[in-house]
């Protein structure tokens, strides 16, 4: 922060007051008697503002945030997508925000009929039976589906089955999910081609197989297209097979990971279903399976009884893994998923997925000649890898180089160094909510860093050059993040 920015502890000036409050008429208790008088400080040294400099903080804070709504965020693998403001405006109806989840579900009906199609939906578009909403992030649903597969071999007395084969290109999550769930973790390389090398899996599977976990299109951008030989070799060993879904919007309207062969999958519904994606807040990873695995699905069920009409929480499920989230999940999430989907219908599903497929490949041949492309000749699905192998070799620019770079552009950077099996990886996700002018505003700035990759490298290596702060060291900021602001009094000492 610059210094002459004064943040809101430096803005403090004794007895400055940001609220007027009406003197209190009851009676008051003490303290102490209430919480304990070693739980009470003597002094609590917030800063004394007003409320023009509360705001006037915040907002400056917020200026800082690079955001959806403020610029092309072409992070790969994350789908940062527009967030459709009249999602806000039925997440915030009053019948909505002011539920409370231990209100009976007589008075809730409504809420829980949007919860009810809201899983029915999911499940067609995935070519799935049965959806629950309960996990928070796409990683949880990993867990989840971990467990349902755990408990289904246990149910059927297949007690060997220890072992779960994950692709070298897969998300990171994928294995933590399975080896936090008791597994092994059986790690299988690409082909040349950056897909699912089918001799690689057949001698990787075998009796002791629980699941196959699988991205598609996969971490390179790519349509895995054996993909039903796949699903055939995985269900011959005994094995499930599992989908990482988190970008399901190549996917949309176009075909289901159902009819593929998989067995269980994952949304995120804050990439493809245009929730928003929040700092470590409420998300949901809403989780789809077949018939054979609905009996494991979290406790409570919502359903319906076709006769009454009426909806309830069904908690009567003996095979269920339990609950792995308070009550019923992030439900105002759900609220703007389903308006979402509800205000696309399937034709708009199917034109976000053709449009980001389409955007991505605009990208590509846009920029295969200034970058080479890692895979995904020729053709990629909604995301294209570049590798900066070139520009390193020529120059020693590196793919961090050039993010460091976009931003003094003002773009956000691509996802960096992942998928791993791509060195130097820059991997571009445009999504289909951007314009073509976007789009070849974007493809310019990419193209003149190439030529100043040749020209004048230092430039790249030592950007970004106007931002609020320059190159961190990216080890430091992230093993020891430090969120606390030390206040720094001024002329309102703290009384001690
Ligand atoms: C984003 C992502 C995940 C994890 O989702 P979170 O909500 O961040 O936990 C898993 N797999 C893939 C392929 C992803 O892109």
Redesign the pocket.
């Known amino acids: 922060m610059d210094s002459h920015e004064p943040l809101i502890f430096e803005m403090s000036r004794a007895e400055r007051r940001g609220a007027n409050l009406p003197d209190c008429d009851v009676e008051r208790t003490d303290p102490a008697l209430l919480l304990g008088a070693a739980n009470l400080r003597d002094s609590l040294p917030l800063p004394e503002v007003s409320e023009l400099d509360v705001v006037r903080h915040f907002t400056r804070l917020s200026q800082r945030n690079y955001a959806i709504d403020t610029g092309f965020y072409p992070l790969g ?2 789908t940062m997508k527009y967030n459709p403001r009249i999602n806000e405006r039925t997440a915030s109806l009053p019948g909505f925000a002011g539920l409370h989840p231990l209100q009976p579900v007589e008075t809730a009906q409504g809420a829980l009929e949007l919860i009810y199609l809201l899983q029915q939906h999911l499940a067609d578009i995935c070519g799935m039976y049965a959806t629950t909403l309960q996990p928070s ?4 649903g990993e867990l989840l589906s971990m467990m349902m597969i755990k408990a289904y071999h246990a149910d059927r007395g297949d007690t060997k089955r220890k072992v779960v084969v994950i692709p070298d290109s897969a ?1 990171g ?1 994928n294995p933590a999910s399975a080896a936090s769930c008791g597994f092994k973790v059986k790690g299988i390389p690409s082909n040349s081609k950056g897909c699912t090398d089918l001799e690689q899996l057949k001698a990787a599977l075998g009796d002791d197989t629980a699941a196959l976990m699988l ?1 598609n299109p996969n ?1 390179v951008g790519l349509f895995e297209s054996d993909i039903t030989e796949i699903c055939r070799l995985v269900h011959e060993a005994g094995g499930l097979v599992y989908c ?1 879904g ?2 399901m919007n190549a996917m949309l309207g176009l075909t289901r990971p159902g009819d593929m062969g998989f067995d269980v999958m994952h949304f ?1 519904l ?2 493809t279903f245009s929730t928003p994606h929040g700092g470590g807040g409420p ?1 949901c ?1 809403a989780v789809s399976v077949k018939q054979l695995l609905e009996p494991y699905l979290p406790i409570p069920v919502v359903g319906k009884d076709e006769q009454s009409g009426k909806y309830a929480f069904d908690h009567a499920r003996p095979k269920s893994i339990g609950k792995i989230h308070s009550f019923y999940g992030a439900f105002l999430i759900a609220v703007r998923a389903y308006t979402y989907i509800r205000a696309l219908g399937p034709k708009g599903l199917r034109a976000v997925g053709e449009n980001a497929v389409i955007n991505a490949n605009y990208i590509r041949t846009q920029l295969q000649e200034s970058y080479d492309v890692a895979y995904g000749n020729p053709i990629c699905m909604h995301e294209v890898v570049l590798t900066a192998s070139r520009q390193k070799q020529r120059s020693g620019v590196r793919a961090l180089d050039i993010s460091k770079r976009l931003m003094d552009y003002g773009i956000h950077p691509p996802t960096n160094y992942f998928p791993l099996i791509v060195p130097e990886a820059l991997m571009i996700e445009p999504t289909e909510t951007e314009s073509k002018q976007t789009l070849d505003h974007f493809i310019g700035v990419m193209k003149k860093i190439a030529v100043e990759a040749i020209e004048c490298p230092e430039q790249l290596k030592t950007a970004p050059h106007f931002t609020p702060v320059s190159r961190l060291d990216e080890t430091l900021a992230v093993k020891s993040l430090d969120l606390r602001y030390e206040p720094l009094f001024t002329d309102s000492e703290p009384k001690q």
């Not at 992030?137 to 949880?140: F, L, Q, R, S, T």
């Open positions: 693998s994350c992030a796409g990683a949880h998300h999550t991205t971490t990482d988190a970008n995120n804050h990439k998300g990873g």
